[in-house]
């Protein structure tokens, strides 16, 4: 068997917006560079990836400035754009606030030498009527920190209900970056939004869905060492980082190098949820897999999976076979599957286990074997299923720092699955996976991420890097269907993409 060691992981921290503003600083004295400058390559940056997201030449563009540092950001968009060739803009300068920033000035300056019209208002002032096809958000950044009122909210009402694409400057008007986002607070609504050199954290909770449809992260040339000196324990998965946990299979090799994993799943009228999980531990490249399940599933399996071999559930299995195991997929919860369940948390010595599905279900029910579960193992809820095993959260992140505090105090890896999947560690910290996209959420899909898990386990990943890098490959594996089309995407299929996204991770 061969063993790996725990990698020294590399990922990039996703700071709070208030240390991000330090490292916009930090930039600045260091590299040196003018922040009016910083801001001219932020918005270089943000011009870029906007033409690469969106058919400018067709569009007219509405940019909406307020008088900070973001609606400096709008003006010096104005202007570049302009020089790209997109001449239908018309500028906002929504002068609410009575102070302006001497970036913001200095930019002002500069389209004012242009052939682009600029109108100014006050808050008294009645908003005209939009006839633009493309609006830019460039009115507040990141650094508000309570919600909009007055004649903002009235603003942001009118800009919403235009029925325009709106693109955002790194972040919507309203939206807050780090904290709750309360749903009747008054918020920009974002097509899109270009945000600079990392996510903000709202951006990763299901409750952001209603204010922006997608976002892309840009890179303006802050200074990458001192935001990864920065304390924080979020941290983005990168595909730097899976190329540098995966192993690539060795010359010499055979199938007892790449370890015998275990699945206990299966139930008679859910057998397709252990033969998706087998499938997907065989295809992630497992040397052995075996499949427990109730005789009414021998037939299904030997039909599907020649590969995988028969753990009959009735005859008693002996666990010192095994590298890895996974219990849950489609098990059940009647008193035997809790009865089995029981038995095998109470053993002394189990391989590196991961649970799923019912597995968990059953463990919320018997929350002293919850204490009871060894170091390392790995849980994989959704929202539910985490909800019923550790409590009721108000909101996403709430629950992920629950997750976090529930991973060190248990000494557990809780993979919680969403749109951006969080992974929390024994050792504090919260590893978030980007890749996956809406054509996954079919049933199913959870079972075939517990089998590529368990591979992993198998192999000899430890739960740690099983966990980080099995997420990735799940998720890529859609990704690259939706890439070739798919729109919606049955975990069958995305099983038969594993091995091509695994071939393409090199070191």
């Given amino acids: 068997m061969l063993l790996f060691l725990l990698l020294t992981f590399a990922m990039r921290k996703i700071p709070l917006a208030k240390q991000m503003r330090e490292a916009d600083a930090y930039t600045i004295a260091h590299e040196p560079i003018a922040s009016v400058d910083l801001m001219e390559r932020a918005s270089r940056a943000f011009v870029e990836r906007l033409l690469t997201v969106l058919p400018l030449p067709q569009y007219s563009v509405l940019i909406c400035c307020g008088t900070g540092n973001n609606g400096g950001d709008g003006l010096a968009i104005g202007r570049l754009l302009y020089e790209h060739g997109i001449c ?49 958000d460039a009115l507040l950044g990141s650094g508000l920190n309570k919600p909009l009122s007055g004649a903002w909210v009235d603003l942001v009402d009118h800009l919403n209900r235009a029925g325009k694409k709106i693109v955002a400057v790194d972040i919507p008007t309203g939206m807050p ?25 709202s951006f990763l909770f299901p409750e952001s869905a209603p204010l922006m449809k997608g976002f892309h992260v840009v890179d303006i040339g802050l200074d990458e060492d001192f935001i990864e000196s920065l304390s924080g324990d979020l941290m983005e998965v990168t595909e730097d980082d899976i190329c ?21 799943a299966g139930n008679e009228q859910t057998m397709g949820a252990a033969l998706l999980a087998g499938e997907a531990c065989l295809f ?21 999976l020649p590969e995988v071999m028969l753990a009959p559930r009735d005859q008693g299995i002996a666990m010192e076979k095994f590298n890895a195991l996974a219990v849950g997929p489609g098990l059940g919860k009647g008193e035997t599957e809790i009865q089995l369940v029981k038995h095998l948390l109470l053993q002394d010595k189990l ?24 170091a390392n ?53 919260i590893y978030v996976n980007f890749t996956g996209n ?35 490959i799940h998720g890529k594996a859609g990704d690259v269907l939706a890439a070739e089309g798919m729109a919606v995407i049955p975990p069958s299929v995305l099983i038969q993409k594993i091995p091509n996204v695994i071939k393409k991770l090199k070191r």
Wanted: proline content about 6%; overall charge neutral.
């Fill in 88 to 136: 239908d803009i018309t500028i906002w300068i929504v002068a609410y606030n009575v102070h302006s920033t001497a970036d913001f000035l200095t930019n002002y300056q500069r389209i004012k030498q242009l052939n682009v019209p600029v109108q100014e208002f006050q808050p008294s002032d009645k908003l005209p009527e939009i006839r633009q096809d493309l609006i830019i």
């Fill in 177 to 201: 970056a780090d904290g709750h986002i309360d749903p009747n607070a008054a918020s920009i609504i974002a097509d899109e939004v270009i945000t600079f050199q990392r996510a903000k954290w």
């Fill in 244 to 264: 540098r946990i995966y192993k690539e299979r060795r010359p010499f090799s055979h199938k007892g190098t790449y370890g015998h994993a275990l699945l206990i």
């Fill in 284 to 304: 992630t490249g497992a040397g052995l897999t075996s499949l427990s399940i109730p005789h009414s599933g021998f037939i299904a399996m030997n039909t599907r």
């Fill in 351 to 374: 391989p590196p286990l991961i649970l799923d599905a019912d597995a968990l279900n059953i463990l919320a029910g018997e929350q002293i074997l919850l204490d009871r579960l060894p």
């Fill in 377 to 429: 193992t790995v849980l994989t809820p959704h929202m539910k299923e985490f909800d019923r095993l550790f409590g009721e959260s108000k909101s996403w992140i709430d629950r992920v720092l629950l997750a976090q505090a529930e991973a060190r105090r248990k000494k557990l890896v809780i993979v919680l699955k969403n749109r951006f999947t969080f992974i929390a560690v024994p050792d504090g910290k």
């Fill in 438 to 472: 809406p054509g996954m959420a079919i049933g199913g899909m959870g079972d075939t991420l517990t089998g590529i898990l368990v591979s992993l386990l198998a192999q000899g990943y430890t739960p740690h890097e099983a966990a980080i890098l099995g997420c990735y």
